[in-house]
C-alpha cells in the first residue's frame, strides 16, 4: 500500500517534467525562428469571437499575401494587454480603439498612425436610457445634467467610444461621475453589455459607441419600448491602425509604408475585401496620421486616462 | 559505579518540588506513586522533553543544554501513548530507532523500502514479534503487537539508559512480563509503574508523593505500609 | 460561566453561522430586484441547451481549450513543486527541530503573503510589462500566487499533522533532516497529496481568467462571447470546458485508486496533448528588460500626489464588506445545502450543482445577477459569494464521502431526525477542516474582488484594474501595497483562528 502511493508520487513528477520538457521543446521552436521574421498582428476585440476569427483570418491571409510575409494573427482581449505587448515588441501592427492608440504610442516612441475606417474620422457615442427611468431625448449637450443621480453605465474602462468620449461630454456640461448615483459609473465591459444591463433596467442609462448601436438595432436584438436613444455625441476620431517603429528594420526599408498602402487597397471589388472590409464594418481603409489623435490624447489626460 | 543521570535540585512549577536523584549504570529502577503524583514529568524531565523551572539536570557529569545529539541517543525512552510513527510499516518504525546511527541517504532509503532487514528481525525476534508482520502498516496491528514494535524501536536505538512511563497498563501478563525483560536489560533504567508487586525485580525503588520524592530505598526494606501510604489520597 | 458557552457556537453551527449574512443580502435583492433582464436569462438558459456547433467554431474552442490545459499543467505542476518546499520553509515544526526555534518559519510565512495577495490577472499584466506575451508569463502569473498560498496550508498541514514520534526520533540522535523526513513526510503526504489534487481545479480555472488577457485559450473566447452576449457560442466553450473538468477529475481520481488505469490515461493525454502542439502558445524563453518598465515608471509623477488621489477608507471599507459578505456565503451555502437535502443519494447532484458554479465565470454570474436587480455591493458579494461557494462545496462533498455516513445512521438509528443526525454526524465531523479551509479562501476571495468591477465599480479591485488601463504606476503601486496589508491582516487574524481551531484534521 506504501509502496504504491510512492509509486503514485514518482509517477506524478515523472508526468510533470515530461510534459514540462515536451512542451518546451515542441512549442518553443516554432514562433522563436528568426530567420523569416512573423508580422504579429492584434486588435482590441469588440466583436464576437466567430467573427474574430473570421475577420483576423482574412485579414491575415490578405497582408500575408499582399506583403509577402507570414502574417500571424495574436488575439488579445483585454485593452492594457495589447498596449502592453504592442509596447515590448510581442505585436507589430494593432488595431487600437482611440485612447488605446495614443497610451500605445506615447509607450511606443517612434509607433505610427497607419489608417482608419472612413467611418472612424467622424465617430460618434449614443446615451440609451431604460424607458422606466423617465429620461426624455435631449437636443443639446447641456440637458446632460438630468443624468445627475441617475445610474449610469460605461463599457470597457479604457474604450474610447464606451467611456472616453461620453464622460468628456458629459464633464463639458458640468456632470462628474461623482454625480451619478452611487457616486460612480458601472463598468459593464463592453458595448453589448451596456446595452444589456440599460435594456434590463439595472441601469438607467448608458453610453456605447454608435455603431454597435446601430448593428444591434439592425439585427432585433434591442427592444425599442423599454431602451432607446436620447443623445448622440458630437463626432470625434476613433479606432485606428499602429505599427511599432522598428518595422522597416526587421522587414526591410520601406515596409511601413507596404503595410499602409497594403491596408489602403483592400477594397470591395474582391470577395475577400469585401468580407473583411463588411466585417469592420465599413466602406474603405483611409489614411491617418499621429496628429489625428491629439484631440483624444488631450481628453485623456484631462480625464487621468493618459498619465 | 559511574553516575548516568544526575538532577540536583530540580522544580517544575507546581508539578515537582525540589528533586535530587542520581542513576547509576547497572541500577534498575523502579518510580512508584499514585496517578498525578508526578512520575510522567519526572521521567520527561530525564528525556529532556521537559526543561525544569528551576534547578539543573546533568547526562554523564554535562549539563543536558550542552549534549551533542550523539550523546541523547543513549537515552531512550518508552512512551505511554507509544508515539509511532503511523503511517509507516513495522520495520520503517523499528528502523527509526537507528536514525541517530545513520545518515540522510540510509533515512532516505528507509522511506523507500525494507532495509536492514536481519537487524530488524533480531529486534523483533528479541520482542516476541513475528517476522510475517515486517512490511505490516503499525495501523494494522493491535495493542500489544504496537507495543512490541516501540519496544523494538527502542532496542534498535540501543540507548545506555531506558525509560519508560508506565509501560505494563492494559497489556496482559504475557506481554507484560515480556516488556519488563526487555527494559530489564538495558545496562540503566528508570520505570515508573502502578504495580508495588514487581518492585523485587528491580535494585531501588523511588517514591513520588504530590509531586515530591518521599521514597528512595532498595525494595526488601520497604514495608507494605509504606507502599500504601503512597498510594493513598490526600 | 453560562455566558461563555452561550457565546461559544459548536463547529458545525458555525460552518451554518455565516448564513445570517444571506438574509441581509437576499433582503437588498428582493428591494433592488427588477424583471428585466428575464429575456437575457432566458436565452442564456436556451443557449445551454442549443450550444452552437459551427465547427470553425468548434475547432477554435478545441484549440483554446488545448492551451488553457497546457497552461493549466504546467502552472499547477511547478508551483505544487514551489509549494512543497516553501511550505517546507514556511513551517514551525522544520525550524523548531533544525534550529530549535521557530522564528524563521514566521519570517518566510510573512515574506510569501505578499506573492498571495495580488491575483493571477495582476500578476499577468506585470509579468507582461517586462517579458511581453509570452506562454510562461501566464504560466508564471498562476504559479506565483499559487505557489506562495500552496506553501502557506501545507506550512500549517505540517504543523497541524506534528507526529507524536517527533520528539522519539529527536531522541534518538538522527540528523534533524532525517528526523524530519521519517516523522513528518509521511504523516502529511496524504494531506498534501489531496491538497494538490485540488488545486489542479483551481489552476484551470485560473488559466481560464487568465485567456481574458491574450494568451488565447479558451477563457479568451469565453470573454468574448460573454462581451458580444452570444450565448450560443459561449455554451459550447463552457460545455467544452466542463468535460474538462470532469475528465480531469476522473482522472486524478483514479490516479489515486487505480493507479495503472490512472498513469495510462494520463499518458495518452499528455501525448495527445503535447501531440497536437501546432498550439498558437508562445513557449520559447522569455526574455525581457527592466529598464523598459523603470522608463514607464520613472516618469514626473508624484507618488505622493497618486496617494491622494483614493478615498481609501470608502474603497478599502467596499473591499472588505464585500469580501466578507462573499466568504460568508460562500462558507454558508454548501453546508446549508446538504442539511436541506441530507442524503447520501443526494451528494451527485449537489456536487453537480457546485460544479456549475465554478463553471460559470465570476464577471458571467455578476453580469446574470445584474440583469436582474439594481447594482449594489451585496450584489457583487453574491456573485463572488456563489462562484466560491463550488469550490467551498466541492471541499465540504469530498471531506464527507471520504468521512462516511456512519455516524448519521447511528444517530438516525437512535432516533434523530434526519437534519439532526446530519448536523450531528458527517457535518460535524468536516466541520474542523471546513472551516480552516473556508479561512484559506477569504484570501482569494479578496483578490478575486479585481473581477467584479462590473457592478458599480467598488472596491480596491476596481480601481486596481482601472490604474492599469490609465498605466498609472504609482497608483497601481499604492493599491498593491494596499492588497498587501489587508492580505497581512487576514492572515493574522485567521492563523489565530486556526490557532483555536486547533488545527486538528485539516485535509485540505
Given at each position: 500500500m506504501l509502496v504504491r502511493e510512492r509509486r503514485a508520487v514518482l509517477v506524478a513528477c515523472l508526468l510533470t517534467g515530461i510534459t514540462i520538457a515536451a512542451t518546451v521543446t515542441s512549442c518553443g521552436s516554432g514562433p522563436t525562428g528568426t530567420e523569416s521574421p512573423v508580422l504579429h498582428i492584434g486588435a482590441i476585440p469588440d466583436q464576437n469571437p466567430e467573427k474574430l476569427n473570421r475577420l483576423y483570418s482574412s485579414l491575415s491571409d490578405e497582408l500575408s499575401d499582399q506583403l509577402t510575409v507570414p502574417v500571424q494573427y495574436v488575439p488579445v482581449s483585454n485593452y492594457p494587454a495589447a498596449v502592453s505587448a504592442f509596447r515590448t515588441g510581442s505585436l507589430d501592427l494593432v488595431w487600437f480603439g482611440g485612447l488605446t492608440g495614443v497610451q500605445a504610442r506615447l509607450q511606443t516612441p517612434g509607433a505610427k498612425v497607419l489608417a482608419q475606417r472612413d467611418i472612424d474620422a467622424k465617430f460618434t457615442s449614443v446615451f440609451i436610457a431604460n424607458g422606466a427611468s423617465g429620461l426624455r431625448p435631449i437636443?443639446?449637450?447641456?440637458?446632460?445634467?438630468?443624468?445627475?443621480?441617475r445610474r449610469l453605465s460605461f463599457g470597457s474602462?479604457?474604450?474610447?467610444?464606451?467611456r472616453l468620449m461620453p464622460q468628456y461630454f458629459m464633464s463639458q456640461n458640468g456632470v462628474e461621475t461623482a454625480d451619478l448615483a452611487g457616486g460612480a459609473p458601472g463598468f459593464s465591459g463592453s458595448h453589448d453589455a451596456t446595452i444589456a444591463v440599460v435594456q434590463s433596467g439595472a441601469y438607467e442609462v448608458g453610453a456605447l459607441n454608435e455603431q454597435v448601436w446601430r448593428s444591434n438595432v439592425k439585427d432585433g436584438r434591442v427592444d425599442p419600448n423599454k431602451v432607446s436613444v436620447i443623445w448622440r455625441t458630437p463626432t470625434y476620431v476613433d479606432y485606428h491602425w499602429v505599427a511599432r517603429p522598428d518595422l522597416d528594420e526587421r522587414f526591410g526599408n520601406g515596409f511601413t509604408k507596404k503595410v499602409q498602402s497594403a491596408l489602403l487597397k483592400i477594397s470591395p471589388t474582391t470577395p475577400r475585401g469585401e468580407t473583411i472590409l463588411e466585417l469592420f464594418g465599413a466602406a474603405q481603409f483611409i489614411p491617418a496620421q499621429n496628429s489625428d489623435y491629439d484631440k483624444i490624447e488631450a481628453v485623456g489626460r484631462q480625464l487621468g486616462k493618459i498619465r | 559505579m559511574t553516575a548516568l543521570l544526575e538532577l540536583h535540585q530540580v522544580s517544575l512549577d507546581q508539578r515537582l518540588q525540589s528533586t535530587s536523584l542520581t542513576i547509576r549504570a547497572d541500577e534498575r529502577v523502579v518510580l512508584l506513586g499514585a496517578s498525578g503524583a508526578g512520575k510522567t514529568t519526572l521521567i520527561q524531565l530525564c528525556n529532556g522533553s521537559l526543561k525544569p523551572s528551576k534547578g539543573s539536570i546533568q547526562w554523564r557529569g554535562q549539563p543536558f543544554a550542552s549534549l551533542t545529539r550523539h550523546q541523547r541517543r543513549s537515552i531512550g525512552t518508552l512512551w505511554q501513548d507509544l508515539r509511532l510513527v503511523e503511517e509507516l510499516s513495522v520495520v520503517q518504525n523499528i528502523n527509526s530507532g537507528a536514525l541517530g546511527r545513520h545518515g540522510l541517504l540510509w533515512a532516505l532509503r528507509n522511506l523507500l523500502g525494507v532495509l536492514d532487514k536481519d537487524a530488524c528481525l533480531t529486534v523483533m525476534d528479541q520482542v516476541h514479534l513475528e517476522p510475517s508482520l515486517l512490511n505490516r502498516a503499525v495501523t494494522q496491528l493491535s495493542g500489544g503487537q504496537r507495543q512490541r514494535v516501540a519496544l523494538a524501536r527502542l532496542l534498535r536505538q540501543r540507548p545506555e539508559l531506558g525509560l519508560a512511563d508506565e509501560p505494563l497498563s492494559a497489556l496482559d501478563p504475557v506481554i507484560a512480563r515480556d516488556v519488563l525483560d526487555t527494559l530489564l536489560s538495558f545496562p540503566g533504567c528508570l520505570i515508573s509503574l502502578h504495580r508495588p508487586d514487581l518492585i523485587h525485580r528491580f535494585e531501588r525503588v523511588l517514591g513520588l508523593r504530590n509531586g515530591a520524592l518521599v521514597l528512595d530505598a532498595a525494595?526488601?526494606?520497604?514495608?507494605n505500609s509504606q507502599l500504601e501510604w503512597l498510594y493513598r489520597r490526600s | 460561566m453560562a455566558v461563555q458557552t452561550f457565546l461559544k457556537p459548536a463547529l458545525p453551527l458555525l460552518t451554518l453561522l455565516?448564513?445570517?449574512?444571506l438574509i441581509p443580502v437576499v433582503a437588498i435583492l428582493v428591494r433592488d430586484g427588477h424583471g428585466g433582464g428575464l429575456p437575457l436569462l432566458i436565452q442564456f438558459a436556451q443557449g445551454a441547451l442549443q450550444p452552437s456547433f459551427d465547427p470553425n467554431l468548434l475547432k477554435n474552442l478545441w484549440q483554446g481549450l488545448q492551451i488553457t490545459l497546457v497552461i493549466a499543467i504546467l502552472s499547477w505542476g511547478i508551483s505544487s513543486g514551489l509549494g512543497v518546499i516553501l511550505g517546507f520553509l514556511g513551517s514551525r515544526t522544520l525550524w523548531r527541530t533544525v534550529l530549535g526555534s521557530a522564528w524563521p518559519a514566521l519570517l518566510f510565512r510573512r515574506l510569501l503573503s505578499p506573492f498571495r495577495a495580488i491575483h493571477e490577472l495582476i500578476w499577468g499584466l506585470l509579468l507582461l510589462q517586462i517579458y511581453g506575451l509570452n506562454g510562461w508569463v501566464a504560466i508564471a502569473a498562476i504559479v506565483i500566487p499559487y505557489s506562495a498560498l500552496m506553501a502557506r496550508v501545507i506550512a500549517d498541514q505540517i504543523d497541524c499533522h506534528e507526529s507524536p514520534a517527533l520528539p522519539v526520533l529527536q531522541a534518538t540522535g538522527g540528523p534533524a533532516i532525517a528526523v524530519l523526513m521519517t516523522a513528518v513526510i509521511p504523516a502529511v503526504s496524504s494531506a498534501i497529496k489531496n491538497h494538490i489534487g485540488h488545486r489542479l481545479d483551481c489552476a484551470l480555472r485560473s488559466a481560464l481568467i487568465l485567456g481574458v488577457f491574450g494568451l488565447g485559450g479558451l477563457g479568451t473566447d469565453l470573454m468574448l462571447s460573454l462581451q458580444s452576449l452570444q450565448f450560443h457560442d459561449m455554451w459550447s466553450g463552457l460545455w467544452l470546458l466542463a468535460i474538462a473538468m470532469v475528465v480531469l477529475d476522473q482522472i486524478l481520481g483514479s490516479l489515486q485508486r487505480k493507479q495503472r488505469i490512472g498513469v495510462v490515461i494520463s499518458v495518452v493525454l499528455m501525448l495527445a496533448l503535447v501531440g497536437s502542439a501546432t498550439l498558437n502558445l508562445d513557449l520559447s524563453w522569455p526574455s525581457g528588460t527592466l529598464g523598459s518598465v523603470l522608463d514607464v515608471l520613472g516618469d514626473d509623477h508624484n507618488a505622493a500626489a497618486a496617494l491622494f488621489e483614493l478615498n481609501w477608507v470608502a474603497v478599502i471599507g467596499s473591499t472588505l464588506l464585500i469580501t466578507l459578505m462573499a466568504s460568508c456565503i460562500a462558507t454558508a451555502v454548501p453546508p446549508l445545502l446538504l442539511l436541506l437535502w441530507p442524503s447520501p443519494g443526494s451528494l451527485r447532484l449537489q456536487s453537480l450543482i457546485w460544479g456549475a458554479l465554478r463553471l460559470l465565470p465570476t464577471p458571467l454570474s455578476a453580469l446574470l445577477l445584474l440583469v436582474m436587480a439594481k447594482p449594489s455591493l451585496p450584489l457583487a458579494a453574491l456573485a463572488l459569494g456563489l462562484h466560491h461557494s463550488g469550490v467551498m462545496g466541492r471541499v465540504l462533498i469530498k471531506d464527507i464521502r471520504e468521512t462516511g455516513f456512519g455516524s448519521a445512521q447511528t444517530l438516525e438509528r437512535g432516533g434523530a431526525t434526519v437534519r439532526m443526525s446530519w448536523l450531528y454526524g458527517p457535518l460535524a465531523e468536516v466541520s474542523r477542516s471546513y472551516l480552516a479551509y473556508a479561512s484559506y479562501r477569504c484570501d482569494v476571495i479578496l483578490r478575486d474582488t479585481v473581477v467584479v468591477g462590473i457592478v458599480g465599480s467598488a472596491g480596491l479591485g476596481w480601481q486596481l484594474i482601472d490604474a492599469l488601463s490609465s498605466f498609472h504606476w504609482w497608483l497601481v503601486a499604492w493599491l498593491v501595497v494596499a492588497f498587501i496589508g489587508l492580505t497581512l491582516l487576514g492572515e493574522t487574524i485567521t492563523e489565530r483562528w486556526q490557532q483555536r481551531l486547533n488545527c486538528k484534521a485539516v485535509v485540505l
Amino acid at each position: 500500500m506504501l509502496v504504491r502511493e510512492r509509486r503514485a508520487v514518482l509517477v506524478a513528477c515523472l508526468l510533470t517534467g515530461i510534459t514540462i520538457a515536451a512542451t518546451v521543446t515542441s512549442c518553443g521552436s516554432g514562433p522563436t525562428g528568426t530567420e523569416s521574421p512573423v508580422l504579429h498582428i492584434g486588435a482590441i476585440p469588440d466583436q464576437n469571437p466567430e467573427k474574430l476569427n473570421r475577420l483576423y483570418s482574412s485579414l491575415s491571409d490578405e497582408l500575408s499575401d499582399q506583403l509577402t510575409v507570414p502574417v500571424q494573427y495574436v488575439p488579445v482581449s483585454n485593452y492594457p494587454a495589447a498596449v502592453s505587448a504592442f509596447r515590448t515588441g510581442s505585436l507589430d501592427l494593432v488595431w487600437f480603439g482611440g485612447l488605446t492608440g495614443v497610451q500605445a504610442r506615447l509607450q511606443t516612441p517612434g509607433a505610427k498612425v497607419l489608417a482608419q475606417r472612413d467611418i472612424d474620422a467622424k465617430f460618434t457615442s449614443v446615451f440609451i436610457a431604460n424607458g422606466a427611468s423617465g429620461l426624455r431625448p435631449i437636443s443639446n449637450g447641456d440637458q446632460l445634467t438630468n443624468l445627475k443621480g441617475r445610474r449610469l453605465s460605461f463599457g470597457s474602462e479604457s474604450s474610447t467610444s464606451g467611456r472616453l468620449m461620453p464622460q468628456y461630454f458629459m464633464s463639458q456640461n458640468g456632470v462628474e461621475t461623482a454625480d451619478l448615483a452611487g457616486g460612480a459609473p458601472g463598468f459593464s465591459g463592453s458595448h453589448d453589455a451596456t446595452i444589456a444591463v440599460v435594456q434590463s433596467g439595472a441601469y438607467e442609462v448608458g453610453a456605447l459607441n454608435e455603431q454597435v448601436w446601430r448593428s444591434n438595432v439592425k439585427d432585433g436584438r434591442v427592444d425599442p419600448n423599454k431602451v432607446s436613444v436620447i443623445w448622440r455625441t458630437p463626432t470625434y476620431v476613433d479606432y485606428h491602425w499602429v505599427a511599432r517603429p522598428d518595422l522597416d528594420e526587421r522587414f526591410g526599408n520601406g515596409f511601413t509604408k507596404k503595410v499602409q498602402s497594403a491596408l489602403l487597397k483592400i477594397s470591395p471589388t474582391t470577395p475577400r475585401g469585401e468580407t473583411i472590409l463588411e466585417l469592420f464594418g465599413a466602406a474603405q481603409f483611409i489614411p491617418a496620421q499621429n496628429s489625428d489623435y491629439d484631440k483624444i490624447e488631450a481628453v485623456g489626460r484631462q480625464l487621468g486616462k493618459i498619465r | 559505579m559511574t553516575a548516568l543521570l544526575e538532577l540536583h535540585q530540580v522544580s517544575l512549577d507546581q508539578r515537582l518540588q525540589s528533586t535530587s536523584l542520581t542513576i547509576r549504570a547497572d541500577e534498575r529502577v523502579v518510580l512508584l506513586g499514585a496517578s498525578g503524583a508526578g512520575k510522567t514529568t519526572l521521567i520527561q524531565l530525564c528525556n529532556g522533553s521537559l526543561k525544569p523551572s528551576k534547578g539543573s539536570i546533568q547526562w554523564r557529569g554535562q549539563p543536558f543544554a550542552s549534549l551533542t545529539r550523539h550523546q541523547r541517543r543513549s537515552i531512550g525512552t518508552l512512551w505511554q501513548d507509544l508515539r509511532l510513527v503511523e503511517e509507516l510499516s513495522v520495520v520503517q518504525n523499528i528502523n527509526s530507532g537507528a536514525l541517530g546511527r545513520h545518515g540522510l541517504l540510509w533515512a532516505l532509503r528507509n522511506l523507500l523500502g525494507v532495509l536492514d532487514k536481519d537487524a530488524c528481525l533480531t529486534v523483533m525476534d528479541q520482542v516476541h514479534l513475528e517476522p510475517s508482520l515486517l512490511n505490516r502498516a503499525v495501523t494494522q496491528l493491535s495493542g500489544g503487537q504496537r507495543q512490541r514494535v516501540a519496544l523494538a524501536r527502542l532496542l534498535r536505538q540501543r540507548p545506555e539508559l531506558g525509560l519508560a512511563d508506565e509501560p505494563l497498563s492494559a497489556l496482559d501478563p504475557v506481554i507484560a512480563r515480556d516488556v519488563l525483560d526487555t527494559l530489564l536489560s538495558f545496562p540503566g533504567c528508570l520505570i515508573s509503574l502502578h504495580r508495588p508487586d514487581l518492585i523485587h525485580r528491580f535494585e531501588r525503588v523511588l517514591g513520588l508523593r504530590n509531586g515530591a520524592l518521599v521514597l528512595d530505598a532498595a525494595p526488601e526494606t520497604i514495608s507494605n505500609s509504606q507502599l500504601e501510604w503512597l498510594y493513598r489520597r490526600s | 460561566m453560562a455566558v461563555q458557552t452561550f457565546l461559544k457556537p459548536a463547529l458545525p453551527l458555525l460552518t451554518l453561522l455565516p448564513g445570517l449574512c444571506l438574509i441581509p443580502v437576499v433582503a437588498i435583492l428582493v428591494r433592488d430586484g427588477h424583471g428585466g433582464g428575464l429575456p437575457l436569462l432566458i436565452q442564456f438558459a436556451q443557449g445551454a441547451l442549443q450550444p452552437s456547433f459551427d465547427p470553425n467554431l468548434l475547432k477554435n474552442l478545441w484549440q483554446g481549450l488545448q492551451i488553457t490545459l497546457v497552461i493549466a499543467i504546467l502552472s499547477w505542476g511547478i508551483s505544487s513543486g514551489l509549494g512543497v518546499i516553501l511550505g517546507f520553509l514556511g513551517s514551525r515544526t522544520l525550524w523548531r527541530t533544525v534550529l530549535g526555534s521557530a522564528w524563521p518559519a514566521l519570517l518566510f510565512r510573512r515574506l510569501l503573503s505578499p506573492f498571495r495577495a495580488i491575483h493571477e490577472l495582476i500578476w499577468g499584466l506585470l509579468l507582461l510589462q517586462i517579458y511581453g506575451l509570452n506562454g510562461w508569463v501566464a504560466i508564471a502569473a498562476i504559479v506565483i500566487p499559487y505557489s506562495a498560498l500552496m506553501a502557506r496550508v501545507i506550512a500549517d498541514q505540517i504543523d497541524c499533522h506534528e507526529s507524536p514520534a517527533l520528539p522519539v526520533l529527536q531522541a534518538t540522535g538522527g540528523p534533524a533532516i532525517a528526523v524530519l523526513m521519517t516523522a513528518v513526510i509521511p504523516a502529511v503526504s496524504s494531506a498534501i497529496k489531496n491538497h494538490i489534487g485540488h488545486r489542479l481545479d483551481c489552476a484551470l480555472r485560473s488559466a481560464l481568467i487568465l485567456g481574458v488577457f491574450g494568451l488565447g485559450g479558451l477563457g479568451t473566447d469565453l470573454m468574448l462571447s460573454l462581451q458580444s452576449l452570444q450565448f450560443h457560442d459561449m455554451w459550447s466553450g463552457l460545455w467544452l470546458l466542463a468535460i474538462a473538468m470532469v475528465v480531469l477529475d476522473q482522472i486524478l481520481g483514479s490516479l489515486q485508486r487505480k493507479q495503472r488505469i490512472g498513469v495510462v490515461i494520463s499518458v495518452v493525454l499528455m501525448l495527445a496533448l503535447v501531440g497536437s502542439a501546432t498550439l498558437n502558445l508562445d513557449l520559447s524563453w522569455p526574455s525581457g528588460t527592466l529598464g523598459s518598465v523603470l522608463d514607464v515608471l520613472g516618469d514626473d509623477h508624484n507618488a505622493a500626489a497618486a496617494l491622494f488621489e483614493l478615498n481609501w477608507v470608502a474603497v478599502i471599507g467596499s473591499t472588505l464588506l464585500i469580501t466578507l459578505m462573499a466568504s460568508c456565503i460562500a462558507t454558508a451555502v454548501p453546508p446549508l445545502l446538504l442539511l436541506l437535502w441530507p442524503s447520501p443519494g443526494s451528494l451527485r447532484l449537489q456536487s453537480l450543482i457546485w460544479g456549475a458554479l465554478r463553471l460559470l465565470p465570476t464577471p458571467l454570474s455578476a453580469l446574470l445577477l445584474l440583469v436582474m436587480a439594481k447594482p449594489s455591493l451585496p450584489l457583487a458579494a453574491l456573485a463572488l459569494g456563489l462562484h466560491h461557494s463550488g469550490v467551498m462545496g466541492r471541499v465540504l462533498i469530498k471531506d464527507i464521502r471520504e468521512t462516511g455516513f456512519g455516524s448519521a445512521q447511528t444517530l438516525e438509528r437512535g432516533g434523530a431526525t434526519v437534519r439532526m443526525s446530519w448536523l450531528y454526524g458527517p457535518l460535524a465531523e468536516v466541520s474542523r477542516s471546513y472551516l480552516a479551509y473556508a479561512s484559506y479562501r477569504c484570501d482569494v476571495i479578496l483578490r478575486d474582488t479585481v473581477v467584479v468591477g462590473i457592478v458599480g465599480s467598488a472596491g480596491l479591485g476596481w480601481q486596481l484594474i482601472d490604474a492599469l488601463s490609465s498605466f498609472h504606476w504609482w497608483l497601481v503601486a499604492w493599491l498593491v501595497v494596499a492588497f498587501i496589508g489587508l492580505t497581512l491582516l487576514g492572515e493574522t487574524i485567521t492563523e489565530r483562528w486556526q490557532q483555536r481551531l486547533n488545527c486538528k484534521a485539516v485535509v485540505l
